[in-house]
């Protein structure tokens, strides 16, 4: 398969299907499909070039990955402006698989980096299967379409640039040397280096990771040189093995006399409203006094980026999202769907009456406060810890029971068998 051929034909293929179903939808999903295309058509570019010439050296890659990492990142960025939109779970799909095109820079296996990106993002479109597939079938071909543009990436990948991306001779038809091409027109700048991502605290951190592969010889700028008396075989004494780990402490004040020194990153304001269907609690800090009264059945509660603090609500609404909370609690009377918990820290939740479905991914300490009517409750976890659920007993204390985290699966004649195993410690 010609390389440049082989992504065009991704391109025109299933990438094409899937701007089509995009624009089917509209909205975000369609603008956030204009920012997918144009990242193909920037790597299609790249792929172009490394076909006609030798490889130019890192430092010259990065500036011709340029284009391709910041169209990954506006991708992302794009899905982070817009979390109360009703397309958010077709959003995160696309913005937790898209650093698939950095597979460009992996060596010696490219192709499990795609597969692995793709594995990142199931998590949102079976939740876009889940909420449209008895509403819209529409919503299902794009789901096909995407994860079908990814699948044929990753066949592409394996079969053209098995071990790495490969580079053309450099050399036409006569046998000399052919310059290298100029870069097009109004490149953008190379992205950031890592520690400039590190100041944005909802940047996607296989973005980061594609970025800082980015920086070539640069990546080790910032490495100290290990002097002697740093060194364990010199200095009996340094061998004491290493301390217990403790999180870093986080200023509400940062130094800015030191030559240096980051800006601290401005404290978004603090929003409680209604819109439409959709009650927005955002980046609430230290508010233990918030109360949503008046809610129909058909209302959500979308909750975001809030710390220390707490919400009730009062009636039964149809779902809650908490999304990227730390030491955050919630009381709701009932739920006809579900409550779902997205990349918190220190959560707990208490039921007064039912709610059918518990979902928790990338979560590190969730409490689940049941009650008597909701013992029935399906709970999913992905890539979580530190999760418990307290049933009743009735004498208005608890039994607390922790969800398995680590699993044993055995290979038989049949297929596999996974059973939890049981926490002894």
Known sequence: MNATAGYRNLIEGPLAKYVQHSNQIGGHVAEHAKLVQEAFNAQLNYVEIASSRADPGQSAQVELLGPTSSKILAIQEFREKNRSSTYFNHLSAVSESIPALGWVTIKPAPAPYIKEMSDAGQFYTNRVLKDWKEKDKTHVEWVKAWLETLGDLYKYVKEVHTTGLVWGTGKGASGAAVPPPPPPAGMPPPPPPIADLSLQPDANDRSALFAEINQGEGITRNLKKVTSDMQTHKNPGLRTGPAPFKPTAVHSSVRHDLPGAPKAAPSKPPVFNRDGKKWLVEHQKGNHNLVIEGADMNNVVYMYGCQESTLTVKGKINSVFLDSCRKTS????????????????????????????????????????????????????????????????????????????????????KGLVTTPVENKG
């Open 330 to 413: 919630i009381l709701v009377d009932s739920l006809v769907s579900s409550i779902e918990f997205v990349n918190c820290q220190s959560v707990q939740m208490q039921v007064l009456g039912k709610v059918p479905t518990i979902s928790i991914d990338k979560t590190d300490g969730c409490q689940m406060y049941l009650s008597n009517e909701s013992l029935d409750v399906e709970i999913v976890s992905s890539k979580s810890s530190e999760m418990n659920v307290l049933i009743p007993k009735g004498n208005g204390e608890y039994t607390e029971l922790p969800i398995a985290e680590q699993f044993k699966t055995l290979v038989n004649r």
